[in-house]
């Protein structure tokens, strides 16, 4: 289990610098992101600094009108909001697509950008905040290693653009050069310690799921890790990204303009 009191001095340092920032916490419903929103709203009562959580209602059947009022009630009793966004895209579009997750994640990294663009006025005050877990990095590593170094297809340019977007998730905090900030919370946790939080603290979840999860290579490497019993050592996972994946370096992250960041890497 993830301890508020625990996680908060292991951060501290980071939370320390937010006050009279604004966060923009990405929601979905989902277990790493409804953790995350827990931990950062209990953080901006203590620390104050202003929180606004936001959420892509995509694919549209996972989020019918009463899913989104009964998880949007519980974050406003919590002292929370959720602004839900039409990400203009249909189910059958989706469908219609070779990979309807990659058609998803584009079609969210566009409404993405056209809310921060809109709605920001002062960069240097913003902090992104998505829920990416220690699960998902080591899933980046095993991507690389199996889909890139070890494949005998000649696709080995696209597997190492492919990592240079996934692997700026290694990095807890990176600090562009325009001022604004991308912070992970969950990044050094396990799946497990994720699900435990989420159960024992009573957190609701997204109940729908969805209809093209066999596409999100995840969700396989998650169900493995799960019946091996699985854990993994944040440190450990970083070094050998460093050694082994030749890991680009933060300043190569943190000196992109915004617009090809948030664009094509974020």
């Given at each position: ?18 006050p009279g920032k604004k966060l923009f916490l990405m929601y979905s419903g989902g277990k790493d992101s409804s953790l ?49 966004h039409d990400i203009g895209v249909t189910d059958q579009e989706l469908a219609a697509s070779p990979n309807p997750c ?146 680009p370096d933060l300043r190569k992250y943190a000196s992109l303009d915004r617009e090809e960041y948030l664009k094509r890497?974020?």
């Amino acid at each position: 289990m993830i301890a508020y009191e625990e996680w908060k001095e292991s951060e501290r340092e980071v939370l320390e610098g937010f006050p009279g920032k604004k966060l923009f916490l990405m929601y979905s419903g989902g277990k790493d992101s409804s953790l995350c929103m827990n931990l950062m709203l209990r953080a901006a009562k203590e620390f104050g600094f202003d929180l606004e959580a936001h959420a892509g209602a995509f694919p549209v059947h996972r989020y019918g009108e009463e899913e989104k009022k009964r998880l949007g009630g519980y974050w406003e009793k919590r002292g929370g909001r959720i602004t839900w966004h039409d990400i203009g895209v249909t189910d059958q579009e989706l469908a219609a697509s070779p990979n309807p997750c990659i058609s998803c994640q584009r079609a969210r990294k566009k409404v993405l950008n056209t809310i921060l663009n809109l709605s920001t006025k002062d960069w240097a005050n913003l902090v992104l905040v998505p829920s990416f877990t220690l699960w998902d990095i080591v899933g980046y590593s095993i991507e690389h290693v199996l889909g890139s170094l070890y494949s005998s297809q000649e696709n080995h340019v696209d597997g190492n653009e492919r990592f240079f977007e996934t692997a700026q998730r290694f990095y807890p905090v990176i600090r562009m050069k325009e001022g604004y900030t991308v912070y992970r919370p969950l990044i050094k946790y396990n799946g497990p310690d994720v699900t435990d939080t989420v159960e024992q603290e009573g957190i609701p979840l997204l109940s729908v799921p969805c209809r093209f999860k066999e596409y999100r290579p995840k969700r396989m490497l998650e169900a493995y890790y799960t019946k091996m019993g699985l854990r993994f050592d944040y440190d450990k996972v970083f070094r050998f990204a460093q050694t082994s994946l030749s890991l680009p370096d933060l300043r190569k992250y943190a000196s992109l303009d915004r617009e090809e960041y948030l664009k094509r890497i974020f």
